[in-house]
């Protein structure tokens, strides 16, 4: 009995780290500037993964990454920045899309969703 009493309070810990870390990046997800922007996406696309994120979490990483600017539209099979982009200023937001992308595949694969060949092109472009 008082093993299956820590081993729900172990869990319990380790879920409320999970959404400490999610807050954090959530934060930095929703940031103005691109390069905070894309590493809050990237922590979330990690978070994303655990096995502490259930399908109710995972919903709300869904309207995380939609509310990014514009991204939803990029992604989902419409026009995207190539990798091979020429201008600096567009690296940065180029770094936004790519992490996005990262972010809806893992989203659609643990939802049971699927996710559109523009976006899985976009996840699979260098960083």
């Known amino acids: 009995m008082a093993w299956q009493t820590l ?3 172990a869990i319990s810990d ?11 990046a959530l934060e930095r997800a929703l940031d103005e500037d691109e390069d905070i922007k894309a590493l809050g996406l990237a922590a979330l696309d990690v978070l ?8 109710e979490e995972l ?15 990029i992604t989902d099979g ?3 920045v190539s990798a091979k982009v020429s201008h600096r ?3 940065p937001q180029h770094r936004v899309q790519v992490t996005a ?3 809806r ?23």
């Not at 380790?14 to 954090?24: F, G, I, L, V, Y």
């Not at 994303?48 to 994120?53: I, K, R």
């Not at 523009?118 to 260098?126: K, W």
């Open 7 to 9: 081993r729900q309070k």
């Open 14 to 24: 380790d879920r409320a780290e999970w959404w400490k870390r999610t807050q954090w």
């Open 48 to 55: 994303a993964g655990s096995e502490l994120a259930r399908n």
């Open 59 to 73: 919903e709300l990483l869904d309207i995380a990454w939609k509310s990014v600017n514009g991204l939803a539209e």
């Open 78 to 80: 419409g026009p995207h």
């Open 89 to 91: 200023a567009a690296i």
């Open 101 to 103: 992308a990262r972010l």
């Open 105 to 127: 595949a893992r989203l659609d694969k643990r939802l049971g969703r699927p996710t559109p060949p523009g976006t899985t092109a976009l996840a699979e472009e260098e960083l």
